[in-house]
């Protein structure tokens, strides 16, 4: 199975930082890396797939960065609609999986 | 709009099996997998396996084989998981998500996703 590594697990930040996220895959994933942001009490949204591709409607301070093992999440501006917990995910093989989290919380 | 509707919260007993729909609207139901994940209380996602409403074929995860049966219905635009010999720690929302294939990932991207299902397990 292949492993998904995020970090932080969580991090403190005030509006109008950048923020950045990292997730490791534990091998090679090409591009399949997706993010999706996930407020409490409802369900995941995507926002970046392809690990680089911005899912539409999604503002554009989220980008996304990377290819083989190494993939950033970089919120440029953080919003106050912005704190949430982020998640990135594998579709390269099955299982699919998911890395741990991060929480984003206001400073 | 494309939009996935679950089932209502459950409460079940240890030992009981529960079904949870997710009902389709807004696309072609068959040209789309459906892929089920599980969150559980304060923790990350889980992802359960899929099924290919066009023909049943279904791919689960090794943790779940056995466990879990993930069905569709064509006429209705409904699929179904189902989760047997619950335990404590079952307990969890339970999300459907349609999955959208992009270049040559099959697996593509997930969404939309469903609201989600509660299911307590207690006796």
């Known amino acids: 199975d292949i492993q998904m590594t995020q970090s932080p697990s969580s991090l403190s930040a005030s509006v109008g930082d950048r923020v950045s996220i990292t997730c490791r895959a534990s091998?090679?994933?090409?591009?399949?890396l997706n993010w999706y942001q996930q407020k409490p009490g409802k369900a995941p949204n995507l926002l970046i797939y392809a690990a680089s591709s911005l899912q539409s409607g999604v503002p554009s301070r989220f980008s996304g960065s990377g290819s083989g093992t190494d993939f950033t999440l970089t919120i440029t501006s953080l919003q106050p609609e912005d704190f949430a917990a982020y998640y990135c995910?594998?579709?390269?093989?099955?299982?699919?999986?998911f890395g741990g989290g991060t929480n984003v919380e206001i400073k | 709009q494309v939009q996935l509707v679950q089932s209502g919260a459950e409460v079940k007993k240890p030992g009981a099996s529960v079904k949870v729909s997710c009902k389709a609207s807004?696309?072609?139901?068959?040209?789309?997998?459906v892929h089920w994940v599980r969150q559980a209380p304060g923790q990350g996602l889980e992802w359960m396996g899929r099924i290919n409403p066009s023909g049943g074929s279904t791919i689960y995860a090794r943790k779940f084989e056995g466990r879990v049966t993930m069905t569709s219905d064509t006429s209705t635009s409904i699929v179904y998981m189902e989760l047997s010999s619950l335990r404590s720690e079952d307990a969890a929302v339970f999300y459907c998500?349609?999955?959208?294939?992009?270049?040559?990932?099959?697996?593509?991207?997930?969404?939309?996703w469903g609201q989600g299902t509660l299911v307590t397990v207690s006796s």
């Open positions: 998500a349609r999955a959208v294939a992009y270049g040559n990932n099959w697996y593509g991207r997930f969404d939309p």
């Open positions: 091998q090679t994933i090409s591009t399949s």
């Open positions: 995910q594998q579709t390269y093989s099955t299982p699919l999986t």
């Open positions: 807004g696309y072609t139901f068959t040209s789309y997998y």
